[in-house]
């Protein structure tokens, strides 16, 4: 499974005796322990409790994964098969939503690039765009964006009347497909939505192989250019929802582009100068996003990925809502306190809250439904669909 070590120096001699320790231990005891603190992720996409068990149980170890994975979705296409003639068409947008969750799970973002891996994304992928095209019918819409020579795709649910846009931004290990239920909860709240893998995310590196871009930001307000007169859109009124680094990005944005009325900020870093003492896993994916290999390279990323400029800060005039695990390994909670202080005192009349989730981890991914709701409620206060 951690083949990604091979070719890099970002890794410690404790990394590199914490591998070789999940291989013993998936091997004895199984996957359960070593994966749990992604099973909230998993349940919020989507997964049912009783697949996530059956599946770890089938595996032994983790270096079984992928083919394991394999197996476990053949079955489920073929139940499916099986039973579809007799379902209704709600029943089959959410058979086939479940086929796009598990698929995610299975192509686990801290997994190696491997044919296996990219076949499980390009399945969940596909079953998504099927369950929401029959849902949605013209409401929804497969966006392409061409950006410095390449293309990168988005999931557009539109309303019918132009409507602000919540764009999700999400993080290093996720994919476009795995937010289906904010994007959802965000359209029955009269938004319109999209969530979009660009540079070195999701479709666009397992697919296309693009890694991230240190204009990531760029990218993001180009995508708005291309959308600006699209039916469904106020491409004048946009909030961006960004998850971990993902809303380190969103700031960066919002600071060049005043289409940004508002960041929902969930588990956004200040900088990434923790990535020696981040956990393993984390620095597996990034090194996988950026490309970066060697000291020097990951060296330069880092020095890229911070948000603690006080210039940036202070042009950032987008509502911001920050809400933060108390447990967070990956981000502080005195960072967040700090941003908030930051964002108070510049000169702009708009509103910048902090939420602390007791017990929440980062992204405060056991907690999903109390996120949701909050930002639900906090897009809609600050940036009304109907204003």
């Excluded at 890794?11 to 320790?21: E, K, L, S």
């Excluded at 999700?168 to 999209?194: N, Q, Y």
């Excluded at 708009?350 to 056991?366: M, N, Q, Y």
């Amino acid at each position: 499974m951690m083949k990604n070590i091979a070719d890099t120096q970002a890794y410690t001699v404790f990394d590199h005796v914490f591998v070789h320790t999940v291989r013993a231990l998936s091997s004895v005891v199984g996957l359960k322990r070593i994966t749990q603190p992604f099973w909230n992720r998993w349940f919020a996409s989507g997964v049912d409790e009783d697949v996530i068990l059956q599946f770890l149980d089938e595996l032994g170890t983790i270096d079984n994964w992928a083919n394991t994975a394999e197996a476990v979705i053949a079955r489920k296409v073929a139940a499916y098969k099986r039973e579809v003639g007799a379902m209704s068409p709600a029943q089959r947008v959410t058979a086939l939503r479940k086929l796009s969750y598990l698929g995610h799970m299975a192509q686990w973002g801290c997994l190696p690039i491997t044919p296996q891996r990219v076949g499980l994304y390009r399945m969940a992928r596909d079953r998504y765009l099927e369950a929401e095209a029959l849902a949605f019918g013209p409401a929804f819409r497969r966006q392409v964006f061409e950006w410095r020579g390449n293309a990168y795709h988005g999931n557009l649910h539109l309303q019918p009347d132009p409507a602000p846009l919540i764009v999700i931004v999400h993080g290093i290990d996720g994919c476009k497909e795995e937010h289906l239920s904010t994007e959802l909860a965000l359209h029955a709240a009269g938004f319109s939505t999209m969530c979009l893998d660009g540079p070195g995310q999701g479709e666009a590196l397992l697919i296309d192989g693009l890694l991230w871009h240190s204009e990531f930001h760029a990218f993001l307000s180009d995508a708005l250019d291309q959308l600006d007169g699209a039916a469904g859109i106020d491409t004048a009124r946009v909030g961006l929802l960004g998850i971990s680094i993902g809303g380190m990005w969103c700031y960066q944005t919002a600071a060049d582009d005043q289409r940004i009325r508002a960041i929902f900020d969930l588990g956004a870093p200040l900088h990434t100068r923790k990535f020696p003492s981040l956990p393993f896993l984390i620095k597996t994916r990034l090194c996988q996003v950026t490309g970066a290999r060697r000291e020097e390279e990951i060296a330069q990323v880092l020095a890229q990925n911070n948000i603690e400029d006080p210039v940036l800060l202070a042009a950032v005039m987008a509502h911001v809502r920050m809400v933060h695990g108390e447990r967070d390994r990956v981000v502080s909670t005195a960072d967040k306190h700090h941003l908030l202080a930051a964002l108070q005192a510049a000169a702009h009349d708009r509103e910048a809250s902090l939420r602390v989730i007791a017990g929440g981890d980062h992204c405060c991914t056991g907690h999903y439904g109390a996120v949701r709701d909050d930002a639900v409620g906090f897009f809609s206060r600050v940036l009304p669909p109907r204003a």
